[in-house]
């Protein structure tokens, strides 16, 4: 199974890794095994299509009260509820008539709890590929149903390497907390991360240093080409997420020291 669809899209988006002894329980048949692949695929399925209709309480019926969701870049989803506040976050960042389709690459474990291996691959509303990764989803038999208990996932892009650079040297403006920035950067990072560049965007970080008077506060953009960094800000979802972001940035801006920096080969 997934972020929000982080992917939203997600196995991006969502996965935890249990511990497992073997691939079968002593006793248990081919036969078995087969049936209960059966019983996931069919799970997978209705997961997919409920992600690709964007469908959050669907999503959730999926998942056990205490289940633990992961995705890339950010803390563990811990139940129910927490998984539902990144799946609505997941569905406003994705892309308009996207199709997301989980492939299940094996099972094994036994009738009460079974652990999956599958492949994510998302599809824009034209049929193009635009994203692949991987997931470990972990199934519960609880009242006669399969439900998901843990998973975890992550993309196949490999992260790419900074070619220019936007640095920001700041003190914390009135009206502008550190959540207010963070919770703004990281929408921004999940829409950048959908699109195809899971190693661009932003980081923010503080100085541990009590003895620094100035300057205190510190972000970066981290863009893999300057033609990345075009197709991005290009990009409706990035440009309205920023524009809603405008607000708080302008109040970084009032007081920030900024440099564009290029990597020297």
């Not at 196995?11 to 079968?24: A, E, K, W």
């Not at 990281?186 to 195809?196: P, Q």
């Not at 300057?226 to 524009?243: C, R, V, W």
């Amino acid at each position: 199974m997934t972020k929000l669809i982080k992917n939203l899209i997600f196995r991006t988006s969502f996965v935890l890794m249990p511990m497992v002894i073997g691939c079968t329980s002593i006793g248990e048949d081919a036969t078995d095994m087969a049936t209960i692949r059966t019983k996931i695929e069919e799970k997978e399925k209705a997961f997919a299509e409920a992600i690709s209709n964007q469908d959050v309480e669907a999503v959730l019926t999926f998942y056990a009260d205490d289940a633990v969701s992961m995705s890339n870049g950010q803390p563990a989803d811990i139940g129910r509820e927490a998984i539902r506040k990144d799946l609505v976050q997941s569905f406003n960042n994705r892309q308009k008539g996207s199709v997301t389709n989980f492939e299940v690459l094996d099972v094994f474990g036994n009738a009460s709890q079974v652990t999956e291996i599958g492949k994510t691959t998302v599809k824009d509303a034209s049929g193009k590929v635009i994203y692949t990764g991987k997931y470990m989803a972990v199934w519960e038999e609880r009242n006669g149903e399969y439900i998901c208990i843990r998973d975890i996932s992550n993309g196949d892009m490999p992260r790419p390497p900074a070619s220019t650079k936007s640095i920001h040297l700041f003190d914390m403006p009135k009206g502008l907390t550190e959540a207010q920035w963070s919770d703004s950067i990281k929408e921004l990072n999940t829409i950048i991360a959908d699109m195809g560049y899971p190693g661009a965007g932003y980081a923010f970080y503080k100085t541990s240093d009590s003895t620094i008077k100035t300057n205190r506060y510190y972000f970066e953009g981290v863009w893999p080409s300057g033609d990345a960094y075009k197709k991005i800000h290009e990009n409706p979802l990035f440009t309205e997420a920023s524009e809603k972001g405008d607000s708080l940035y302008a109040k970084i801006k009032a007081v920030e020291i900024y440099r564009r920096m290029e990597k020297v080969d």
